[in-house]
RNA sequence: GUGAGCGUGGCCAAGUCGGUUAAGGCGCCAGGUUGUGGCCCUGGAGAUCGAGGGUUCGAAUCCCUUCGCUCACCCCA
């Protein structure tokens, strides 16, 4: 096959758009149950937007970007997560002169330069959401319980919460410091990759996977003891509010998230099986970020969650989607004057709201069975003996039962099969 | 970027110590009622065996190159 579509990228098939709408669906009610609204931004941004907001240290932005230069020679990057545009519209739009806190929600692309694998894609969809200028810790709950709340609404019921408070500006470097020292001290059994980050990510040592480096993370200063005051009663405060609405988590003090902007609570859901390679929804606080972008200081708290990821869970976990019965005809026609009916009817049927299409142009035999594969609810039959006699022959495909119909008839019964059958 | 596995009709695939027309299943089309689906039976269409080159009388099967896919690391949703 000459073209195949491109690395990392999928088709969304007819077959899996239930899936699709599913969690869309779901997504906007439980967000709206919330009283977040729906904001969409441009697939792609100015690329400094990424390069101040999400750091340029970090790997989505070190490497893996699709950025260019368009005609004017502006140079673009293609959205890798959600959080920044957003912030970028709030600042854009004045949203700080709406009254706080401002609840958005967003379903979108996004696009990293990765090597595909399970889970990850180039080209993948993000359900989140941002709640800004707020501070207090009841929001934080909140949002971890708006992507609790979801995950549970689609079905995925095997879930755990992890969270964890990585302190803010002020206690951070502490801590930092204090990890520094205590990995120094252990840097002759180091794996590569630590030593790497040791100087270039230290919070991300502590969820290295390798066997001997084990120790050294088990052994490690926690970051919870060195939050300052006001970290600390955040912290405590979110636990409590996670327990009022009845959301069990588990503290890990080796959780940390990729994104330079995070402060304070961070968060991780998963599934059962590995519980780090392929987390469903992350997120945090991030109360620098805006100022950090050019704007007042406000800060704000969010989760993007991979869509794939939740499909995929779905899927593993045999959740049924239940699609709605709807009317669903199919006029088959024998020789050219019936089609013509066939056409002009069907037109008329669509007209009213119901699903209507002509059979293809072969044998009856040929269409009913299509009829059938198309999952078709009804057939009307039209050939020369029904256009002769003005009835036409409709059969229910499920229950088998066929009646003579006239055509004014079976508008009439379209229009009150809508109202009287539709399943949800 | 690193490592491993794999690429046979639309899909799932047998065949891979080289040898006559490349199994089988699903799906598709047609016939088995003169105007009727879902089951069953029969038949049919559809593959330059990822691509390029090489070895050989002869290669899907061996060698080289290349592209692609998958999984893991890294990183993350």
């Not at 109360?287 to 779905?314: H, Y």
């Not at 037109?347 to 059938?372: D, H, N, T, W």
Request: charged share 25%.
């Amino acid at each position: 096959m000459e073209f195949q579509a491109p690395r990392g990228t999928t088709d969304v098939l007819p077959d899996d758009q239930g899936y699709w709408r599913y969690v869309e669906s779901t997504a906007s009610q439980v967000a709206e149950s919330f009283g977040y609204r729906r904001i969409d931004t441009p697939v792609f941004e100015d690329t400094n937007l990424f390069v101040r907001g999400i750091g340029d240290s970090t790997d989505i932005v070190e490497k893996e970007t699709y950025t260019f230069k368009d005609r004017g020679g502006d140079s673009l990057t293609l959205r890798p997560e959600g959080t920044a545009s957003i912030c970028r519209a709030y600042l854009q739009h004045g949203m700080h002169n709406m009254p706080q806190p401002v609840r958005l929600f967003y379903l979108c692309p996004n696009f990293r330069y990765e090597r595909p694998q399970a889970g990850r894609f180039r080209a993948f969809h993000q359900f989140g959401i941002e709640a800004f200028g707020e501070s207090d810790p009841y929001i934080d709950a909140e949002v971890i319980e708006v992507s609790w709340r979801f995950l549970k609404a689609v079905g995925i019921d095997d879930i755990s919460l992890s969270i964890n408070s990585i302190g803010d500006m002020d206690c951070r470097p502490k801590y930092v410091d204090a990890l520094k020292t205590h990995y120094q001290n252990h840097s002759s059994s180091l794996c590569p990759d630590c030593h790497r980050r040791l100087d270039t990510n230290p919070l991300r040592l502590l969820d290295c996977k390798i066997e001997s480096c084990q120790p050294i993370i088990e052994s490690a200063p926690k970051g919870t003891e060195y939050l300052c005051i006001p970290c600390n009663t955040h912290w405590l405060q979110l636990q409590e509010y996670l327990t009022a609405v009845g959301i069990r988590f588990n503290v890990d003090n080796t959780l940390v998230r990729g994104l330079d902007y995070y402060s304070r609570t961070v968060y991780e859901i998963t599934p059962p099986t590995d519980r780090r390679t392929n987390v469903i929804a992350g997120g945090g606080r991030y109360d620098g970020l805006l100022e950090q972008l050019g704007g007042p200081a406000t800060p704000g708290i969010g989760f993007g969650m991979g869509i794939e990821r939740v499909i995929e869970n779905i899927k593993r976990l045999g959740i049924n989607i239940v699609a709605d019965s709807k009317l669903n005809i199919m006029l088959a026609h024998m020789g050219e004057p019936a089609k013509k009916e066939s056409i002009r009817l069907s037109s008329e049927i669509r007209q009213l709201g119901a699903e209507a299409f002509v059979g293809p142009s072969r044998g009856l035999k040929s269409q009913m069975r299509y009829a059938s594969n198309m999952n078709a609810s009804h057939t009307i039959i039209i050939g020369d003996d029904e256009l002769s006699s003005g009835t036409y022959t409709v059969r229910d495909l499920t229950s088998g039962d066929q009646s003579e119909m006239t055509a004014d008839g079976i508008l009439n019964f379209v229009k009150d099969y809508d109202n009287s059958h539709r399943v949800n």
